[in-house]
């Protein structure tokens, strides 16, 4: 069974600087899907950036990024030029290719924008 | 504008009680989930269809069971609520198998 861990219960970050998430996944798959989600204090989880495995470009979403190692099977998220909206549980899921489109979370990282 | 919201967002019960926590979705998605989140564990699946008729337990089953009479809804049902269920539930759903899931905005529950 796949796997994902997130090893930072909480981060903080100056607003305006950048800071990075840690996400780490298990698999024995070639072809899969990774996500991080947001969710703020509403409850509400809103997509943030999907990549697809197979391709070997990181995907970018204005201020968000992510750095995807597959070899290393990692997946970090890099919010640049963060601010106070950017607070918030930030969730990393992984999602085989081939097996339904049953979503596998992390356990979250909490991110502390500072004024 | 189509959505998914779920009904009532938030619910107290005391255990042994049936609980029955709705999920509608407008988007006539194919793919329907229910998960749940507690500190520590993210999101949890617990249930998922793929159509009309169609149920799949997902890792943390027990104790819930749901059933799918039509495209827009998927009710969740806890037998005999167990204060180990007290979490926040979450229903997602997404129009086919390689498309992103969209979220409702949760149900607190908490069993007494």
């Known amino acids: 069974a796949q796997t994902v861990t997130q090893s930072q219960p909480e981060m903080s970050v100056q607003e305006a600087e950048t800071v990075t998430l840690s996400c780490t996944y298990d698999t024995s798959e070639s072809d899969y899907y990774l996500f991080w989600y947001k969710q703020p204090p509403s409850r509400q989880m809103i997509l943030v950036i999907r990549?697809?495995?197979?391709?070997?470009q990181n995907a970018t979403e204005n201020r968000f990024s992510v750095n995807f190692q597959k070899a290393a099977k990692s997946f970090s998220l890099k919010i640049s030029d963060s601010q106070l909206g950017d607070a918030a549980m930030y969730f990393c899921a992984y999602r085989s290719a081939g097996n339904g489109n049953k979503l596998v979370f992390g356990a979250g990282t909490i991110l502390r924008v500072k004024s | 504008d189509a959505e998914i919201t779920q009904s009532p967002r938030h619910k107290i019960t005391e255990t042994g009680r049936q609980v029955t926590l709705a999920c509608h979705q407008t988007?006539?998605?194919?793919?329907m989930f229910w998960y749940r989140q507690d500190l520590g564990h993210g999101l949890r699946l617990i249930h998922y269809?793929?159509?009309?008729?169609?149920?799949n337990k997902g890792e943390v089953s027990d104790g819930y069971s749901v059933s799918r009479s039509n495209t827009e809804d998927l009710p969740l049902t806890l037998e005999s609520a167990a204060s180990s269920q007290t979490s926040v539930y979450f229903c997602?759903?997404?129009?086919?198998?390689?498309?992103?899931?969209?979220f409702g905005p949760g149900t607190r529950l908490l069993v007494l």
């Open positions: 988007w006539n998605h194919n793919n």
């Open positions: 990549q697809e495995a197979y391709k070997q």
């Open positions: 997602a759903s997404s129009r086919a198998l390689q498309e992103t899931q969209y």
């Open positions: 269809s793929y159509g009309v008729q169609d149920t």
